[in-house]
């Protein structure tokens, strides 16, 4: 996902109760498929260990983010279908919050409803307004496979749920209406064509 709204002082608070005690190893950025590749629609597998493997795809994930630069990350979109996110809401002057949500699961929802604009590193250069529930409640594993629950709003529910959608095959444009969701792959796939020539 990429960067739309910095978080509140609030919301980095919440940030601290799933954040990774160490950063990642530099790793090597991967490379971030993009719309139409059908891989973005498979339903992603949980992850039953974390072991030297996931760490390692994890600590390319977090290169790949930020590289892009993004602030979300989900698996799938390096072509890895495990449940795996990497996140980081931080400012650009501001240290890094590097988070990794292994096996998210959204508990709870919100009958409130907010509009974010959001964008995605498997659509480039598309933003649009989407409308989610204010707050959720997440359950997921950390890296050193401890189970936490984050009461979640403003940006970071809104990123939550957006990288979530990607290990269900869901893509953000999903929540637009049919027409403007249709013109969008329509104009993706005529790109992808050419690029292939």
Not at 23 to 49: F, N, W, Y
Not at 109 to 134: D, M, N, T
Not at 156 to 174: K, M, R
Request: aromatic share 4%; with cysteine.
């Amino acid at each position: 996902m990429h960067k739309v709204e910095a978080p509140t002082a609030a919301l980095r608070v919440a940030l601290t109760v799933f954040r990774l005690a160490l950063t990642p190893p530099r790793m090597a950025p991967r490379e971030i498929i993009k719309l139409p590749d059908p891989r973005l629609r498979l339903v992603s597998q949980p992850v039953s260990e974390v072991d030297e493997g996931i760490r390692s795809l994890v600590a390319d994930m977090f290169e790949t983010m930020y590289a892009a630069p993004g602030i979300g990350l989900a698996a799938i979109q390096v072509g890895v279908p495990r449940r795996i996110v990497t996140l980081d809401l931080a400012k650009k002057d501001e240290p890094k919050t590097p988070q990794v949500v292994i096996n998210p699961e959204i508990l709870w929802s919100s009958e409130e409803r907010g509009i974010y604009e959001e964008g995605c590193l498997s659509i480039p250069e598309l933003y649009e307004e989407v409308e989610r529930p204010a707050q959720v409640k997440v359950r997921f594993t950390d890296l050193n496979g401890t189970i936490h629950e984050v009461d979640a709003n403003g940006l970071l529910a809104t990123c939550l749920q957006h990288e979530i959608d990607h290990l269900n095959g869901v893509l953000f444009i999903d929540h637009l209406s049919k027409l403007k969701r249709d013109r969008i792959i329509k104009k993706f796939t005529k790109a992808a064509k050419r690029a292939e020539v």
